[in-house]
């Protein structure tokens, strides 16, 4: 039994330097093989296009090919101007659209809705203050625009006057 044991004791220890030894012979096969140039023909898997048949191709003096113009024989032009024609329709019937304005105030409270339009019209009396009321509460607004990107420069400029000037979406009424 103290054999055995001396054995396996043995194998023990000789077994990670053996592994070792082999991890770094197959580096060094690796990095033999990193220093060699890469190169494959792909070509034989390439797909390969026949020139369409109803495309002519006149030869120049120069040399040069030269597409001609082919009239097209399967059109949807038909079904297109259907299509056109309902969405056309469809706009002209259209009253709203979706876009957005800024609200710079809203509250319960007519006084202070009437005093920050009041306050709108005197510090920035380029934008016209609209003052609604949605029972239960006041509401002053200011413009239209059809994108956040349009509103963004109107909102920081009131977002110094007024603390509460937020973006929200609303239906703009087209004319």
Do not use: W
Request: without cysteine; proline residues 5%.
């Amino acid at each position: 039994m103290n054999i055995s044991y001396k054995l396996k004791a043995l194998s023990h220890k000789l077994t990670a330097p053996i592994l070792g030894v082999i991890l770094l012979l197959a580096t060094f096969d690796l990095s033999a093989q990193k220093n060699k140039p890469y190169h494959e023909d792909l070509s034989k898997l390439r797909p390969k296009f026949e020139q369409p048949t109803d495309t002519k191709v006149e030869k120049d003096t120069t040399k040069k090919n030269i597409l001609v113009a082919v009239t097209p024989t399967k059109t949807v032009n038909a079904k297109v101007d259907v299509v056109l024609d309902s969405l056309d329709l469809f706009n002209l019937m259209r009253k709203y659209i979706d876009g957005y304005t800024i609200q710079i105030y809203s509250g319960q409270k007519r006084e202070e809705a009437m005093n920050t339009k009041k306050k709108m019209q005197d510090e920035v009396p380029e934008l016209v203050a609209n003052l609604q009321y949605q029972q239960p509460k006041f509401r002053v607004t200011v413009g239209k625009y059809f994108s956040k990107l349009e509103a963004q420069k109107d909102l920081l400029a009131l977002r110094r006057k007024f603390a509460a000037a937020i973006l929200v979406p609303e239906k703009i009424l087209i004319k």
